[in-house]
């Protein structure tokens, strides 16, 4: 098709979306949101209901492939290129409060120099460096070295007053949404291992390898036992403890459904017995124990996440706790299962951490403990391919209009992203369909169905299986 026809062809898919969305807008009475608002919480047209979100996808959808389109290719890769240094300039902001800095200034502007004087950093270095930021739309220059908050630079409040968080920096994260936790996490040491991907993939003695210790990750740490051990060891508390944070930044990342869909909870008798496998500190369980308090829950994970876990528990939902229907147990999930009669064995972004050779052991450990009743669920970013694949009928993402990519593109990449960020990380995958399949069918488990979740981003899908 000549290109020219594509350029039209997504101005008007642009155009129609728009004239969704206002419709939408008239029956919905939704907050229509600017790039300047900075109150992201409240509810908003572009999510306001399932074909907002489709919309606003499609908007996003056409509007990043025109740019792909129509900008100079040199001029599009070479912005790509130097990416890092957007996450460089990002983790600055982050790491020096920017983003509350403004907030805290209320409604009025400040000058970098001011901004800087809080953090005790060099006010015309700032001032540098979030001119390239605004220039992404994170944050706005309203005249010269002057900037305020955004919508985009709003996600990075962690919502805490700027004293209590230079006083005590080591509690930055605690109690908030854990998405400055997650930022931090990903431009520090995340960031870092990206930098040795070439170097592991090309050594010949990582270059085939599908060891979680030859991970660019472990490697350029020098890590000699996986990630998840380091932080049970001394002194490695504020190392996990950011972690557990991310994971919540992931849980509030994808809808409440994703979850509380991912299996039909209602429907098990009282009493039934869900275990959540490497739970961490019971993220995906909360709202599950909040709407069926008719169940029992045990959340396994290793022995310092589980403390944390409890306390984590005590704070959300202390009756679950008390009355026994919640409980934590400290177990390694290589090891024998020893809930037998779990209705369903439940594992969220647990089997994209391992390469195949572990998730065969994890599979096994809980068949030896299933009962012919038991259902496994299993919660991980599930990937179509990126060109129109009609035997990927499961969800969102594989069903979008002409031209655009079936998968829309760079307006849902979290699955492909924490394809290559688990890789870096520990050598594990995301996975197709087939691919679990495969795995389940090695191990005694056979894939009953992908469940349906509207709403999730990235193909985050739930897989049911049962012993065969
Ligand atoms: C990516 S996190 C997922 C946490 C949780 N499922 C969630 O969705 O929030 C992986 C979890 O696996 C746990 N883990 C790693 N190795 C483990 C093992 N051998 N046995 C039990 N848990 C383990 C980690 O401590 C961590 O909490």
Request: with cysteine.
């Amino acid at each position: 098709m000549p290109p020219l026809n594509h350029l039209r062809q997504l101005a008007e898919l642009i155009l129609e979306s728009v004239t969704t969305l206002e419709r939408i807008s008239q029956e919905t009475n939704a907050i229509i949101p600017t790039l300047d608002d900075t109150d992201i919480s409240a509810p908003q047209l572009f999510n306001a209901t399932a074909e907002a979100i489709t919309a606003s996808r499609v908007i996003a959808a056409a509007g990043i492939q025109l740019a792909a389109l129509t900008r100079d290719p040199h001029e599009a890769m070479f912005d790509t290129v130097h990416e890092p240094y957007k996450g460089a300039a990002l983790r600055v902001c982050l790491e020096g409060n920017v983003s509350e800095i403004l907030r805290d200034a209320g409604p009025e502007r400040l000058h970098a120099d001011e901004i800087a004087a809080e953090a005790h950093i060099d006010g015309a270095k700032l001032a540098r460096i979030m001119r390239y930021l605004a220039s992404h739309h994170i944050y706005r220059e309203i005249s010269p070295g002057t900037f305020v908050n955004n919508r985009l630079s709003a996600v990075l409040d962690t919502g805490k007053p700027v004293d209590e968080l230079f006083a005590k920096p080591e509690s930055k994260h605690s109690n908030t949404s854990g998405f400055a936790a997650m930022a931090s996490f990903i431009l520090g040491l995340g960031t870092a291992a990206t930098t040795q991907l070439w170097e592991t993939i090309s050594n010949p003695a990582t270059a085939f390898s599908s060891r979680v210790l030859d991970s660019a990750l472990h490697r350029a740490q020098g890590l000699d036992v996986p990630l998840w051990v380091t932080f049970e060891q001394p002194g490695r508390e504020p190392a996990r403890q950011l972690f557990e944070m991310v994971m919540r930044a992931y849980n509030n990342m994808q809808p409440a459904s994703a979850v509380l869909e991912a299996y039909p909870w209602s429907e098990l008798q009282p009493g039934s017995v869900i275990v959540d496998v490497g739970g961490g500190v019971g993220w995906a369980m909360l709202p599950v124990a909040k709407a069926h308090p008719h169940l029992r829950i045990v959340i396994q994970d290793s022995e310092k996440v589980v403390k944390d876990g409890i306390n984590n528990w005590n704070a959300e939902l202390p009756e679950a706790l008390l009355s026994e229907r919640v409980t934590f147990q400290a177990h390694d999930f290589f090891t024998a299962q020893n809930v037998k009669n779990a209705s369903a064995f439940f594992m969220r972004y647990i089997l994209h951490d391992w390469p195949d050779e572990d998730v065969r052991r994890i599979l096994e450990q809980l068949r030896h403990a299933a009962e012919p009743h038991t259902v496994l669920v299993i919660l991980d970013h599930i990937l179509p391919f990126t060109f129109r694949d009609s035997s990927f009928q499961y969800t969102l993402g594989n069903d979008a209009p002409e031209p655009l990519l079936p998968t829309y593109g760079a307006a849902n990449t979290m699955g492909y992203l924490e394809d290559v960020l688990m890789m870096v990380n520990l050598n594990g995958k995301e996975r197709t369909v087939a691919e679990l399949e495969t795995l389940l069918a090695s191990t005694g488990w056979k894939l009953k169905q992908v469940q349906r979740v509207e709403g999730t981003v990235g193909f985050f899908l739930p897989i049911h299986a049962v012993p065969v």
